[in-house]
């Protein structure tokens, strides 16, 4: 079981989100900000680094988006709707630009395809979290 | 000058947004992070932190999320609005909510009336600049 | 096998780490990310949240540098050990200080004993990775 | 007055360290973590950018530990020196890393010269801090 998991099952009050579909999203969430902190990293590292300028900068909005959105769902504690979901809608749109761009490059570059991969599972985890929530 | 200005006037190339707007928000989510990440340690230091609950969690919330805005923002390259747009929604929300309940504590503790003002103009800056785009 | 690992896995070039070991380093850096988080929100839900008030600070302060490391960690371009080194000790002496901490609480808070865990983990692995290092 | 210092200003117990130094060091984190990440976008913006993957790399590690010690340093509830001076050293390493290499193409990139700036103030402000901590 991940951490994310135990940590919701130890929480000591009731919270507003099924926690199967919560632990989903938080550990989609952190595998994607790892994955696209390293893909930045891996494009650095091509020779054809001028190519891939538009994919790392997306490569490190994603990572930081996830990694905040991340932390949010974390904590239960004073829950505000206001705030998760459209830090959830955020992060949907980051995954699928940065998805988007990473897939372009996924037949050259396995790490694109890697990070692709990692992009699309966080933003299905996201979308169906909002769907829990709205 | 601020340190945001002259990376922006430093900047090799064109960009999209009016320069001296975008600074202004940059600066805003970074006193806004900061802020909010010192309130949520002032209410654990008060002796009602049973009060203070909602509120530290708003701001370290506030915080994270600032941060990802402020980041995001920093980086021209590559830019692509159907990130930057629903990441400053998010961050406009969560400096509402996170506002609105310092405001609630601005008279009885000093560092929330401190933070509700910070949070006020970083939602303010982040406004003008979602206007500036779409 | 984690994203960490298959990101290693498709890294372009040589890099100077044991990837089994950095990779472990990354996952366990994550989950300690995560759970300090989860845990200061947990202590926050608590009744006794003003017995728990370092506890809570220890973990926003661990939940910070791990994620700070983990970024630093999925970067093999440019490798800069006297950056790496001292990025890995500060890791080190703040899961120690949570870990201890947290197992202070261990018995009272099944979230302190997670967590509690999770920084274990972290700190052997971040010791294993330095060794590897120096 | 930077909020930094109001925030320290309205907390509500005594702490461990000058205020006028640690505001400082707040300050000259917040600054440099921001060029840090601009700095890394502008290089990716160049037509050089091949040549300035070490710069890159070695802006974005600096930023994220600014960043994550820019928020261990504003908490001061729960105060461990035992954490703060090793995260603070960590931080000093990389200002000295990254502050290095922005010099070397400070000629030919007015950006690196504004983050080499940034690097040294805020390597000079952890320094003083770090003195009045041991």
Redesign the interface.
Known sequence: M???K???D????DFNLDAQVLAAA?DAL??CA??C??????C????Q??EL??????C??C???C??T???L?????Y?A??T???L??CV??C??CGDECERHAQM???C???AE?CRRCDQACTQLLAAIS
Chains 1, 2, 3, 4 share one sequence.
């Not at 130890?10 to 009050?13: F, G, H, L, S, V």
């Open positions: 991940s951490y994310a135990q940590m919701l130890t929480y000591p009050r938080i952190a595998d790892q994955a902190t390293a893909c930045a990293d891996d650095l590292s091509e020779e680094v001028a300028v538009k994919c790392i900068r997306l490190l909005d990572a930081d988006v990694t905040a991340l932390r949010v974390s904590r239960q504690t004073g505000d206001n705030v979901r459209p830090v809608e955020a749109a980051a699928t630009s570059h396995a790490h395809r890697v990070c990692a």
